[in-house]
């Protein structure tokens, strides 16, 4: 039996259908969680039915997701244990944190046959690339199989891909994963979609080099980002500084032009360890000296000893570093800019034991002294991001 369905909402076809499928086809509605559309009611009904229905995972569909992925756990419980289940869909849930979720969803319980993207888009209605998954339902066999990712620049109809299909073509890309792959586990699918073979084995690499114990000791949010009118530009009593955009880029933040009341600052408010640009116009990562708060900028937090906070401070001032935050940044927010949130950076490995406090103190302070430099390819030959360079890929990278 088939069903496909469209223009209706989970909620109705979960009254309408009562038997299996063997194949499912379907083009949910492209709608987002932040849509006025797709109102809290709506949100809140599903949410309910959710945790009725699937008690065990509905964790994983938090309420910030878009409407897709409720289509796509409806399709799954209408389908027949041994049927194929085929959505055409928006491909932005690939890299989103509500996307990691439901690909932790599909690792435990599906049989993902095929993810194929595209960078073609198929609908004139809509300015959105798609992705096509192909799913069955776990079963024995799942963990002789693999998932695999297609990658294609153009019409699917000029190239046929064949989920099949072991090796790639000139105008179609595969990647082949066993279930329990760490890369697999760990990054959101599309930096793996992103990605060649040469960086899927370099972020491999790195993954097995981080250090637990750091890692452990350190989490990852993002600046208060008040509004202007709350921003003081000198120190008064019961103020703290405040980090924006006329500190600049720097190594080192010790020279504060901005403050804020503390009364603008909750109780339970973390401060921050180390400072990061959240839109990358300019790479660099700043030691948070002025003991400050910032506005809108990624921070990493932690009671970390002064060899920690510069082991931190090495790696996420590398090339390395930069080239994970660039795969993993979007452009989708607004403005154009490549934007990595604090929540892109939570799935980066960043905790890494280099055992040379002494040269990485060395370094820093002769880092203090000056700021970053904002132009890509001017930083890559000044002194300071060499030196930092050769530390860093001396011990992450070797031969692969």
Not at 140 to 163: Q, V
Not at 240 to 263: A, Q, R
Request: charged fraction near 25%; include cysteine; glycine fraction near 4%.
């Amino acid at each position: 039996m088939y069903v496909s369905y469209r223009n209706c909402t989970p909620k109705v076809l979960c009254l309408t259908f009562g038997v299996q499928f063997n194949i499912v086809i379907g083009n949910p509605p492209y709608l987002e969680a932040r849509s006025p559309s797709f109102t809290s009611e709506l949100k809140e009904s599903l949410q309910k039915e959710l945790k009725i229905r699937c008690p065990d995972y509905y964790k994983l569909f938090p309420k910030g997701v878009d409407l897709l992925i409720y289509f796509y756990e409806l399709s799954l419980r209408i389908l027949a244990p041994h049927g194929m289940n085929t959505l055409i869909t928006e491909n932005a849930w690939l890299a989103t944190d509500y996307g990691k979720l439901f690909q932790d969803f599909l690792l435990k319980n599906c049989n993902v046959s095929a993810i194929i993207d595209s960078d073609f888009k198929y609908f004139d209605t809509a300015d959105i690339n798609t992705v096509i998954t192909f799913l069955k339902h776990k079963d024995i066999d799942t963990a002789k199989s693999k998932i695999k990712f297609f990658h294609t620049k153009t019409n699917l109809k000029e190239h046929t891909c064949n989920i099949n299909l072991k090796e790639s073509t000139p105008e179609i890309i595969i990647k082949s994963f066993d279930y329990d792959n760490t890369l697999l586990n760990t990054y959101k699918w599309s930096i793996i979609l992103k990605s060649d073979s040469y960086l899927l084995n370099l972020m491999n690499k790195i993954l097995r080099q981080t250090d637990p114990e750091l890692s452990k000791k350190i989490t990852i949010g993002q600046g208060l980002n008040l509004t202007k009118d709350k921003i003081i530009s000198r120190y008064e009593p019961d103020t703290v500084p405040y980090y924006t955009s006329e500190d600049g880029p720097l190594y080192t933040w010790n020279n504060p032009k901005n403050f804020i009341k503390c009364s603008n600052i909750s109780a339970t408010r973390n401060q921050s360890v180390l400072i990061m640009s959240r839109g990358i116009g300019t790479h660099f990562c700043c030691i948070n000296d002025c003991q400050g708060y910032t506005y809108s900028y990624v921070e990493v937090y932690g009671n970390l000893s002064g060899e920690e906070k510069l082991n931190l401070w090495l790696f996420c001032n590398s090339s390395l570093f930069w080239l994970l935050r660039e795969l993993t940044g979007r452009t989708n927010l607004g403005g154009g800019m490549l934007k990595a949130e604090a929540t892109d950076l939570k799935t980066l490995p960043i905790a890494f034991c280099f055992n040379k406090y002494e040269k990485i103190l060395e370094i820093y302070e002769l880092a203090k002294e000056e700021s970053a430099v904002p132009r890509f390819e001017i930083a890559l030959e000044s002194n300071i991001h060499k030196r930092i360079d050769d530390m860093v890929l001396e011990k992450k990278i070797g031969n692969i």
